[in-house]
């Protein structure tokens, strides 16, 4: 069971914040998340993500989730120069990956963090 400590959410992810605060991610204690019964790699998920044209980075993570225990969150960094549509994306990721492994998101744009 993941709980808020200190503001932070623990999600079993290990990464660091480099000097302008941002989270980079390094990886993972399980590779696996169980979404309503169902084992799922969030890997498989950002992997989809990032073949998307419009994706420069992207990471998912396993948020808690009263229904299910467990939801996918991706983050997705935009291309300088290229426009995401959220419905868009949505719709594409539901071409190829099963329901539980299409992940809710949000998308950052290019640019440093501001302070």
């Given at each position: ?6 503001q ?26 169980n979404?309503?019964?169902n ?36 983050f ?18 539901r071409?190829?990956l ?8 949000e ?9």
């Amino acid at each position: 069971m993941r709980r808020l400590k200190s503001q932070w959410h623990r999600t079993g992810d290990f990464g660091r914040l480099d000097e302008f605060g941002a989270l980079h991610v390094n990886g993972r204690r399980s590779m696996v998340v169980n979404i309503g019964g169902n084992r799922v790699s969030p890997e498989e998920s950002a992997h989809a993500l990032r073949q998307l044209p419009a994706v420069e980075q992207a990471v998912v993570v396993a948020v808690e989730d009263a229904v299910w225990g467990s939801r996918l969150h991706g983050f997705v960094v935009v291309r300088p120069g290229r426009l995401i549509d959220a419905d868009a994306t949505l719709t594409s990721l539901r071409q190829v990956l099963p329901t539980a492994k299409v992940p809710r998101g949000e998308i950052i744009r290019p640019g440093r963090p501001s302070h």
